[in-house]
T-cell receptor, first 113, second 116 residues
């Protein structure tokens, strides 16, 4: 049973436009969410996180939105740059239970120059 | 500050052998987690160590084990290797999660294990 789902395996966006990456989860105990970016042959790099007590968190070009009632979060990248081309993983944690991160399967983002 | 380091980066083993992978966390980080990444399953949690104790464990068979040393460095061991164990093994470190309410984990580059 996949508790964190990234249903779109890939996304292609024009440079300068907005990239919206979506993530859904099923476990209502998840209360902390993270986005990671991964280039080939490298480990995932932490991008941004959000606690369930918030519905939005911004860091530069990256904004994460959380809709708890819909069990949905999204990562917005504005403006998108060719260097953003990578695989993006959504992860979730039940912080009251343990430190384990449950990951989605990732979305491959391609930003066209 | 140096990042998470993992050795070796690449490894080729044959079925039935055993393997040990090593991870050095970011200085000051006391929690170390291990993940397995495969094309079909994505990143799956193996286990987490804190202060030399296994604090959490994923759904992997007992052939997968680990340990943590007093300097927070960690090793994971896979015995009786199977073809399906071929994967990228990632180590991640983080601060004392309970004390600092810090849930971000920082990953190393991984060890690519190929079992033939």
């Amino acid at each position: 049973d996949q508790q964190v789902k990234q249903n779109s395996p890939s996304l292609s966006v024009q440079e300068g436009r907005i990239s919206i990456l979506n993530c859904d989860y099923t476990n209502s105990m998840f209360d902390y969410f993270l986005w990671y970016k991964k280039y080939p042959a490298e480990g995932p790099t932490f991008l941004i996180s959000i606690s369930s007590i918030k519905d939005k968190n911004e860091d530069g070009r990256f904004t994460v939105f959380l809709n708890k009632s819909a069990k949905h979060l999204s990562l917005h990248i504005v403006p998108s740059q060719p260097g953003d081309s990578a695989v993006y993983f959504c992860a979730a944690s039940d912080t009251g239970a343990n430190s384990k991160l449950t990951f989605g399967k990732g979305i491959t983002l391609s930003v066209r120059p | 500050k140096a990042g998470v380091t993992q050795t070796p980066r690449y490894l080729i083993k044959t079925r039935g052998q055993q393997v040990t992978l090593s991870c050095s966390p970011i200085s000051g980080h006391r929690s170390v987690s291990w993940y397995q990444q495969t094309p079909g399953q994505g990143l799956q949690f193996l286990f987490e160590y804190f202060s030399e104790t296994q604090r959490n464990k994923g759904n992997f068979p007992g052939r997968f084990s680990g340990r943590q040393f007093s300097n927070s460095r960690s090793e994971m061991n896979v015995s009786t290797l199977e073809l399906g164990d071929s994967a990228l093994y990632l180590c991640a470190s983080s601060l004392d999660i309970v004390r600092d309410l810090s849930y971000e984990q920082y990953f190393g580059p991984g060890t690519r294990l190929t079992v033939t």
